[in-house]
């Protein structure tokens, strides 16, 4: 099974868009609440330069973006590449 990570707020619309595209598909992920863990926060600004809104989503470490770029990948069949680890 993959490796789903999504940093993420409690209160955050396209969070939830993103878990309800991924509760979909059957898939179950790691939620790391930046709000609620600094270091949750300083790790995601790491791995993701630049990035100062959530979601965060990487899937086996690799990072995809936000739900926008979560909901482009399923359409384009790069989602299901990166859920198989190509």
């Keep these: 099974m ?9 209160v955050c619309p396209y ?4 878990k309800n595209l ?5 898939l179950a992920w790691q939620e790391l609440r ?12 790491e791995r993701a330069p630049g ?14 973006g936000g739900f926008d770029q979560l909901a482009a990948a399923d359409r384009s069949g790069r989602l299901a ?4 680890g190509a």
């Design 15 to 18: 969070c939830i868009a993103a």
């Design 51 to 64: 990035a100062r809104t959530v979601p965060q989503i990487f899937i086996n470490g690799v990072h995809v």
């Design 34 to 45: 930046i709000d609620a863990d600094p270091a949750a926060r300083a790790a995601m600004q």
């Design 81 to 84: 590449e990166l859920l198989a």
């Design 22 to 26: 991924l509760k979909s598909k059957g």
């Design 2 to 10: 993959a490796d789903i990570e999504i940093y993420s707020t409690a």
